[in-house]
């Protein structure tokens, strides 16, 4: 990771990659239009809105909402960069959403629980505005007042931001969001999870493989280790997958994509029918709840991303 980041003794840190922000804007190829608002001195968001067409009646119909947390091992990147903003904007043209993208203070200056903090403190800032218009008092956000459906509010992130975008869904299931909102769906890409039980992938890049080890120890100096449940979600002593917030029709919806050196850890089954497993196909998100769950070939039990999102398909019952 040092062609990454670098840490002193001192304490100072260097980046390499990742944090040079370029400003919100409209982009001239989608018409996506996004901008940057403070939600506390040390938590901001960059939202994304898709322009408004004949097909949504107007600026009348109202959009489902992703709330997208950064990849970066908890200490690389912004939410402002070039990378997230180019993808955030495509995101949003594409499955006609509305994205929030989230700020959070990074590792080793800020260790966690701060960004699992930060995040949560923006998703409860998103969920203030579910009774609609006036009810976000002075910090309200017509994007989300105005046209968010927070019947179909997902979270969402890949690497450390899958991580943390679990641990949202996990927290929502035990601690009620405000006005009553609920999580309907959660994207999971990559997940930065660990275990001191190596997986088949792991064995292609040792030396990736050791390196996430090590972050995990910076950005967390007070861990036990990697089975514990924060990078470890089916560590002993980490609570049960039954408490995900994901409830879209009743279901949990939770994917991972493509294959990665750690994919294996984002599709470990949760166990027992009538809860989600986990499978990944290029581009698609797949679960199934059947307790002899079998992995989908590409013409069935697929969701494409747009319709996770906007709670369009019809997810398999066996």
């Given amino acids: ?123 409860c800032w998103v969920a203030s505005h579910a009774a609609g218009a006036g009810s976000g008092g002075e910090e309200e956000e017509p994007w989300l007042a105005d046209r968010g459906d927070f019947s179909r509010l997902s979270v969402g992130g890949e690497s450390a931001g899958a991580n943390i975008a679990h641990h949202m ?36 890049d040792p030396a990736m493989a050791r390196s996430v080890v090590a972050m995990w120890r910076v950005v967390c100096p007070g861990t036990t280790g990697v089975d514990e449940p924060r990078i470890n979600p089916l560590a002993a002593g980490a609570p049960g997958l039954r408490r995900l917030a994901c409830s879209c029709a009743s279901r949990r919806r939770t994917c991972s994509a493509t294959a990665a050196a750690r994919t294996p850890r984002g599709s470990v089954p949760t166990g027992g029918p009538g809860r989600w497993r986990c499978w990944r196909w290029p581009g698609r998100a797949t679960a199934s709840t059947s307790s002899t769950w079998r992995a989908p070939t590409p013409s069935r039990r697929t969701t494409p991303l747009p319709d996770l999102l906007t709670c369009k398909s019809s997810w398999p019952r066996g």
């Fill in 1 to 123: 990771m040092a062609q990454f980041i670098r840490v002193y003794k001192s304490g100072r840190v260097e980046r390499y990659f990742g944090s040079d922000p370029v400003p919100a804007s409209t982009d001239a190829a989608t018409g996506v239009a996004s901008k940057d608002r403070a939600i506390s001195p040390i938590v901001a968001v960059r939202l994304y809105l898709p322009p408004a067409t004949e097909d949504d009646g107007g600026s009348r119909r109202k959009l489902p909402i992703l709330v997208y947390f950064h990849g970066g091992g908890f200490c690389l990147h912004t939410a402002f960069n070039f990378v997230f903003h180019a993808y955030l904007t495509s995101l949003a043209a594409r499955t006609r959403a509305i994205v929030v993208s989230v700020e959070y203070r990074l590792a080793p200056e800020h260790p966690l629980p701060a960004a699992y903090d930060d995040s949560w403190r923006a998703l």
């Fill in 169 to 204: 869904a996990m927290r929502a299931g035990a601690e009620p969001l405000p006005r009553g909102a609920r999580i309907s769906s959660a994207v999971v890409v990559h997940p930065y999870f660990l275990g001191a039980g190596r997986v088949a992938s792991e064995e292609t």
